[in-house]
Structure formats: structure tokens, C-alpha cells
């Protein structure tokens, strides 16, 4: 490997990650950006200081700001103002879904939380606001990433708000209201004609050249920083249920890397004694046009075979997902399940949600929202355990899937006569 291995500028004390760790074999580098093992290959992850991790209080996050900066404590960056980029990201709001929770069965609460409140409106911008910090922090002087759509628009947004270079590389086939909403913020915006995949691949090779050196590609050189912004969807959800876990999430997956940084930021909590011990249960969502984790879920294997990725939630459409082996670890390892849902599901999932909550996910909240309901057939998600869904996405971005199905209730003339004739009065 000749990747150019940028030194941690910033050593701040309150830091509390410590290492660059593998997840494949355990080996352990210095703070950089580096993502995968010169031993085996394996992807690194963020490694911390237990004992600095410890020093993090419910009062000292609660004295934070009234973003996912609150949780600077557990981050791998952003200890220091100065390279923080804080574009209100987080603390979105965690709904009570009491309707949905009738009409699914529940005897327990039901919580939605809810990220197309985010600035960009999908969850992406926690994990966008952690890498281009940590890329400001390590010295690189433009952001990039490969993206399915939301990492677009959130990447190309906070680089418009620092006055960062950016370049973003899409799928060309991508929703038309991602297009525009990456480019309306004047960075560079490269259309491959290919797959999430092959966009990966090309970046991949990108990152590897000289041009690009001072380039941070969000979710490829600085992978392991970006991976831990989704940390915050945990710690988040505990804090506004009262400092508890829920005993049920489900979460949809692309990569997998979100649904893992959940489970890890469930674990820390307990470790640091933020909250109580819990036997908390993690459930997986894919679309069945793109379903290699849950297929391998459902079949039993360790192995997640790569898929041609083919349906309409665009989002989640990563054919071979870097964390899929480890998505499958948490959700069996705490008792959880996987399942898929097809097109016309997604469609049904986004439109219960929205009637049930008055929220309007995009495709991936469909997905996940039908998922939770065939998880419940299926006698897999007990509704007598609190749980709580998340909707990384916000339904304007994504209006095709449903604007066929929904529309005016009648077309009128602006008088009585014309309420009476449609039969509304
Ligand atoms: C990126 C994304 C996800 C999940 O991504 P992972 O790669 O699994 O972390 C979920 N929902 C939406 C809307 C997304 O854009
Ligand atoms: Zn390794």
C-alpha cells in the first residue's frame, strides 16, 4: 500500500480516541487517515482511551451545545472550536408514535427518531459534520466522498459553509432532487455513468493518487472518523428517552455501518455507566432490490455475497457493503433479526408512516417502517418491548416513489356548487 498516511495534527487532550484499530485482527496504528490494515487489509476503526471516555458526564453533554457536538466527549474529533465544523446537526427530534404503535400491535412505546430534521435532511450530516472535522484537524484542504445521493448533498453543503474545495462523485442515474441539492452549493459534481459501486472503485483509486492527496474522501481515507458521526444516533436516542436504551431498534442499512455505530454507542454508554445495562436487541432493514446483508442474514452465512443493486430506494443501494460481516455481528449477537421488503412494500411503509406520524420518510424510512411491520409477522420484533425506528431521510427527496399514488382529493371549481358535485358537502 503507498497511501500517503496524514499525521494527527491535533493532539488535544480531551481527545478520547487513542488508535487506529483493525477489525479484522486486531492490530493497532497511529491516528490518521488511514482506513484499512497493512497486515490483513481490514477496515480500521476508532479506538479510545477508556479511561478518558469515562470522563464524559450527563451533565457535561448536557452544558454542550444543542447539536451532535454534545457528544465531543466520545468523538474522534472536534475537541477543539477552532477546526469544529457545527452546522446544527443532531439532536433531531425522537417522535412518540402512538398511532403507528396501535395500528402495528404495540403494548409498549414506539418511538420514531426522526433525522430528516438535519440540515441537509438525511442522517448523513452527523457523519459528514465528524469527517470534515477530522479532515480540517489532519490537514487535508478538500472534501470529497462517493455517494448514493444524502453523502452528496451533505458533503457539498458543509464544504459550501467553510469554504471548503469539494468533489462529489454520484451514480449519474440518482434521484433528480439529490442532483440539484448537491449542486446548488457550487462545489465540483462528477455523474458516473455506473454503480454506487463502481463510483466507490473509482474513489478508491483516487485516493490513491497524487492529484488527491490533500483530498479527504469522507467515506474512504477518512472512513474510520466518518463511520463514528453515526455514534450520535445512539447516545442521542438514550438521552432523550430519560438516559435508557430502548430495548429494540431497527435500523436500515446501506453499508451497514450505521445500524454497527448504533450498537456501539450502546455499548459505551453502559461501559461509562451513562446508562443502565440492558439486553437491548439491534434489527437490520434492507429493500429486497438490494438485500445482501438480510440474505445473509436469513440464510445463515457469515459470507455477504455482493448484488447487482436494482429498486428505489436509492439510498440504501450498495451491492458490496464494507460493514455487512458486522452488521450481521450485532444484530445476532443481541438477540435481533434482518429482513427485506420489495418495492410496492417501501411504497406502503413511506405512506404508514406519514399518516400514522405525520413524518414523510424517504424511500430508506419506507424501508425501514415496512421492515418493522414484516419483523412483527414474522414473530421476530415483540411489540411488548419499547422500541424505536429510525427514518434517515426526508420524503421530499424522494417524492416519485409516492406521487403516483397520492394526489388532490378532487379538483374543483372555487364554489359550493363545486364542493357539492365532489361530494364534500
Ligand atoms: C447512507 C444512508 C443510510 C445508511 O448508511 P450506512 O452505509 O448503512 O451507514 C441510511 N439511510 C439513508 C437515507 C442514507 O442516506
Ligand atoms: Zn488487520
Known sequence: ??????????????????????????????????????????????????ERLSRVTRESIAAGPHSIWRYAGLLPAGQNAATRVDSGTGMTPLIRADRLADRLGFTAP????????????????????????????????????ASTGNLANSVAAHAARIGMDSIVFIPSDLEAAKITQTAVYGGKLVAIQGSYDDVNRLCSELAETDEFESTAFVNVNVRPYYAEGSKTLGYEVAEQLGWRLPQQVVAPMASGSLLTKV???????QSIGLVDPLDYRVYGAQSSGCSPIAVAFETGSDTVLPVKPTGI????????????????????????????????????GIQLLAETTGVFAETAGGVTT???????????????????????????????????????????????????????L
Not at 116 to 142: C, M, Q, W, Y
Open 1 to 50: 500500500m503507498t497511501a500517503v498516511i496524514h499525521p494527527a495534527t491535533d493532539q488535544s487532550p480531551q481527545s478520547p480516541a487513542s488508535a487506529l484499530v483493525c477489525r479484522n485482527c486486531g492490530a493497532s496504528y497511529p491516528l490518521g487517515a488511514q482506513h484499512a490494515c497493512f497486515e490483513c487489509f481490514g477496515p480500521l476503526e476508532i479506538g479510545y482511551d477508556a
Open 313 to 348: 430506494a436509492k439510498s440504501l443501494n450498495i451491492g458490496n457493503p464494507a460493514d455487512g460481516p458486522y452488521a450481521l455481528d450485532a444484530v445476532r449477537s443481541t438477540g435481533g433479526a434482518m429482513a427485506h421488503v420489495n418495492d410496492d412494500e417501501i411504497r406502503d
Open 263 to 269: 450498537h456501539k454507542a450502546f455499548k459505551e454508554l
Open 370 to 424: 415496512a421492515v418493522l411491520k414484516r419483523l412483527i409477522e414474522a414473530g421476530s420484533l415483540d411489540t411488548s418491548r419499547e422500541t424505536v425506528i429510525y427514518n434517515t431521510g426526508d420524503g421530499l427527496k424522494t417524492q416519485d416513489a409516492v406521487s403516483d399514488r397520492v394526489g388532490p382529493t378532487a379538483v374543483i371549481a372555487p364554489t359550493l356548487k363545486g364542493m357539492r358535485a365532489a361530494g364534500l
Open 110 to 145: 414506539l418511538w420514531v427518531k426522526d433525522d430528516s430534521a438535519n440540515p441537509t435532511h438525511s442522517f448523513k450530516d452527523r457523519v459528514v459534520s465528524v469527517a470534515i472535522t477530522a479532515a480540517r484537524e489532519l490537514g487535508f484542504t478538500r472534501i470529497a466522498c
